[in-house]
């Protein structure tokens, strides 16, 4: 049985990729040719993950401080206070 090929994070194609080895925590490496970038579909630290900017920006506009952010999705206050920052400049 094949296994279902993961979708690229940069662009969404997943025609175009493939497996790209392993990272040094075991978890498999991915590789898209359309956008020639490197990606995990899973990290150790949640702070990496996929949909984490979202859930970010939608804790922020319930009115959520960036520490309570911070303690809720077990990340780093640092990496809150970056993403909250990058969008500010985003829009």
Request: glycine share 6%; aromatic share 14%.
């Amino acid at each position: 049985m094949k296994a279902n090929k993961p979708i690229c994070h940069y662009c969404g194609d997943s025609t175009a990729v493939n497996r790209h080895g392993t990272a040094q925590n075991g978890y498999p490496r991915f590789y898209c040719k359309s956008c020639k970038t490197t990606f995990q579909t899973s990290y150790i630290y949640k702070g990496y993950e996929e949909n984490i900017l979202r859930q970010i920006k939608r804790m922020s506009e319930d009115g959520y401080t960036p520490e309570r952010i911070s303690y809720e999705l077990k990340i780093a206050l640092t990496s809150v206070r970056q993403y909250m920052k990058y969008e500010t400049i985003k829009q």
